[in-house]
């Protein structure tokens, strides 16, 4: 594969063939080793066919193989003439991150650790199928759907500051019921408040880096706090939507696609009626999702105010979306352009001074929370006008993943790190060892590195480093 260095830590990979647009990869030598990135680049490289593509595909450092369009990669399309990809979106839509600050130093918690860790796994629905702590009609699907997390807080899960801190305020809009199955909607009435399987987590960290002293303030966080991180999204509903519309993308866009070079990079015009319902489906799930973890946000805070102290506030630090389209606005060659910007395992990452930043935020960038996973550490970025201008606004959403969870299974039982990681020194919780199997460290990039590349490609800033003191799995 033909790749050309253009600065440490950015790669180009020219048009060819019928490729519309190039390709960057943002990437160092060390994360570059991965026996699996260039099929992942080979992904990225079939995005660059789709039609209305705009300026470049791009690929993050946590870049790795998913469904047609791998994860950690960015693509835009102009909003007239370009597509709209369920693919491009994934089958977990708007699964995100949401940090919360307890206020509270380590060493004040440490005792009840323990304790307060067993109690979220108690308190909070985790596995697959597992039914969420609010069942839910059509009536109630309808009210998630046009209200999003809003609908959480007016059903007591928090209250309307929590929404400043969710991207989006917790709502997008052109959300619509009627474009959802029925099937749809019987997995999501079930599952609401629940956190799901997989990469999916709660974990009990402590601040052990500060690196911007005048940003961590402004986002309420000091070295040895204790952060609440969790990872979840729409859960079946999401998934349902989106398998429902690849069925009918290929039953009613076979022409259209012909020429797509991965039947998984199925598409359709954004303006189509296709394009449209599936949009407005995808909404529905994104609202879904940002209900959902606001649910989970209730249900924590009243662990953690029976478990530690009743007075805590615990605010949200933020809530940040991976799987997701979006209709914006971008500067493209010194002209304004409205884009679908794709972001699939990939986090928005807003500078200072942006108009859609909370108003308590303007001053510091965007929240990017960038989690490892299990016994790594996870760290909390801001975005940055570079990033704007480079990569649509957009930053790695993890470490990302360079085992498949067959391959961490085995490594995991021939290296029996699951007895030793449930015995070491940060308690986890799961619903069976396989779960644990699948997450291993090993199974992920070095977060560390993949976060050095952001900083130094100027695509997100660094503000703090967390480390694991109690861990929750799907």
């Not at 063939?17 to 992942?40: F, N, P, Q, T």
């Not at 490289?45 to 300026?55: D, Q, R, S």
């Not at 979220?120 to 697959?128: A, H, R, Y």
């Not at 606005?329 to 002209?335: A, K, L, P, S, W």
Request: with cysteine; charged share 25%.
């Amino acid at each position: 594969m033909n790749l050309e260095r253009c600065t440490d830590y950015l790669w180009k990979i020219p048009k060819e063939g019928s490729m519309r647009v190039d390709c960057y990869l943002y990437s160092s030598e060390s994360l570059m080793k991965s026996e699996d990135l260039m099929d992942a680049v080979g992904q990225l490289k079939n995005v660059a066919h789709l039609p209305g593509i705009v300026k470049a595909a791009y690929g993050m450092p946590d870049l790795h193989w998913g469904y047609g369009f791998p994860i950690g990669g960015v693509a835009a399309f102009d909003v007239n003439d370009g597509i709209i990809s369920p693919g491009g979106v994934g089958f977990d839509i708007n699964c995100g991150v949401r940090l919360l600050n307890t206020q509270l130093k380590y060493d004040e918690m440490k005792k009840d650790m323990d304790r307060l860790a067993q109690r979220i796994f108690d308190e909070v629905p985790t596995g697959i199928g597992k039914d969420g702590v609010v069942t839910l009609g059509m009536k109630g699907i309808k009210h998630v759907v046009r209200k999003g997390a809003f609908w959480a807080i007016e059903s007591g899960y928090g209250t309307e500051e929590d929404l400043k801190h969710t991207e989006e305020n917790g709502l997008m809009q052109g959300a619509d019921v009627s474009s959802i199955s029925v099937q749809s909607v019987k997995r999501g009435g079930v599952e609401m408040g629940s956190l799901g399987s997989g990469n999916h987590f709660i974990e009990i960290q402590r601040v052990t880096e500060i690196y911007d002293e005048k940003v961590a303030t402004a986002l309420g966080l000091e070295k040895g706090v204790v952060t609440i991180m969790f990872h979840t999204g729409s859960r079946g509903f999401g998934h349902q939507i989106c398998t429902d519309y690849i069925k009918r993308f290929r039953d009613e866009m076979k022409e259209f696609n012909i020429s797509i070079p991965d039947k998984q990079l199925i598409c359709a015009p954004f303006k189509s009626q296709l394009g449209q319902d599936y949009f407005s489906a995808m909404a529905a799930a994104a609202n879904y999702a940002w209900a959902n973890r606001q649910v989970l946000t209730g249900v924590i805070r009243k662990v953690i105010k029976n478990t530690i102290s009743s007075a805590l506030t615990v605010p949200v630090i933020y809530d940040v979306s991976h799987n997701i389209a979006k209709v914006e606005t971008h500067i493209v060659d010194g002209v304004k352009r409205k884009l679908v910007v794709h972001r699939k395992g990939a986090t928005r990452s807003l500078g200072k001074g942006n108009p859609l930043l909370p108003e308590d935020y303007v001053n510091v960038g965007q929240p990017v929370i960038v989690p490892g996973d299990m016994g790594t550490a996870s760290y909390l970025l801001v975005g940055t006008k570079e990033a704007e201008e480079q990569s649509f606004a957009s930053a790695a959403h993890g470490a990302g993943r360079q085992m498949s969870r067959r391959r961490a299974k085995e490594y995991a039982r021939t290296h029996d790190e699951v007895k030793a990681l449930k015995g070491g020194e940060i308690p986890i919780y799961a619903k069976s060892n396989a779960t644990i199997a699948e997450e291993i460290p090993e199974a992920y990039k070095d977060i560390d590195e993949v976060v050095h590349v952001m900083e130094n490609a100027s695509l997100a800033k660094r503000v703090a480093k967390m480390v694991p003191v109690g861990v929750i799995k799907g």
